[in-house]
């Protein structure tokens, strides 16, 4: 069965930097985008990054550009979310995402919290 899990989060001040991970299983991982989503207390989760199958193309929100990277290593099945620069509203918890066949799959997602 399809497994998403997410790693790294934690509480980090402003201006800081945190690297998350998201291990996949159960599915060919190398054919598929995948995603990075956030949500903060008493909003909607948001899309915040994503990257193609092969990894040649991105997109981020606006709110992160220039600050986050997507990436991914298909040898290791894991896809990557470097994020710099982080500020008090990045605070929320973070999934990773994988559409297939039309269904959406999601990870139990990891709290980072920006914070002094």
């Known amino acids: 069965q399809v497994q998403l899990v997410e790693s790294g989060g934690g509480l980090v001040q402003p201006g800081g930097s945190l690297r998350l991970s998201c291990a996949a299983s159960g599915f060919t991982f190398r054919r598929y985008a995948m995603s990075w989503y956030r949500q903060a207390p008493g909003k909607e989760r948001e899309l915040v990054a994503a990257?193609?199958?092969?990894?040649?193309?991105?997109n981020y929100a606006d709110s992160v550009k220039g600050r986050f990277t997507i990436s991914r290593d298909n040898a290791k099945n894991t896809v990557y979310l470097q994020m710099n620069s982080l500020k008090p509203e990045d605070t929320a918890v973070y999934y990773c995402?994988?559409?297939?066949?039309?269904?959406?799959?999601w990870g139990q997602g990891t709290q980072v919290t920006v914070s002094s």
């Open positions: 995402n994988a559409l297939l066949h039309r269904s959406d799959y």
């Open positions: 990257i193609t199958s092969g990894g040649g193309s991105t």
